[in-house]
């Protein structure tokens, strides 16, 4: 069983950064797609970005393009989300996701296959 701890989430005002990590307990991290997801009360989940198994292919919502970045660390067998400039509605908790299948990415919630428990983003205005 896949284990995948976010870490990172807390409050902060407006403009301001945060960063998220996603600690994976699989051996075989570095084959495999990964993304982030969030979900705000009484909204549906949603794709926030994306990262192919080597990094080198990269997908963002419209919605959070050219403030959050997403990274990984093979080695480490951890995913990150840098998130600055932030607004009120990235208010959320945000899940990272690991793909079905190796060397699989998208940016669709079902060809995920195992979830993190979810941390608290909260941003004042």
């Known amino acids: 069983q896949v284990q995948l701890v976010e870490s990172g989430g807390g409050l902060v005002q407006a403009g301001g950064s945060l960063r998220l990590s996603c600690a994976s307990s699989?051996?075989?991290?570095?084959?495999?797609?990964m993304g982030w997801f969030r979900q705000a009360p009484g909204k549906e989940r949603e794709f926030v970005a994306a990262?192919?198994?080597?990094?080198?292919?990269?997908y963002y919502a419209d919605s959070v393009k050219g403030r959050f970045t997403i990274s990984r660390d093979n080695a480490k067998k951890t995913m990150y989300l840098q998130m600055n400039s932030l607004k009120p509605e990235d208010t959320a908790v945000y899940y990272c996701?690991?793909?079905?299948?190796?060397?699989?990415?998208?940016?669709?919630?079902?060809?995920?296959?195992?979830w993190g428990q979810g941390t608290q983003v909260t941003v004042s205005s």
């Open positions: 996701a690991r793909s079905r299948g190796p060397y699989r990415d998208s940016r669709v919630g079902n060809d995920y296959e195992y």
């Open positions: 699989e051996g075989t991290f570095s084959i495999y797609g």
């Open positions: 990262v192919n198994w080597s990094g080198s292919r990269i």
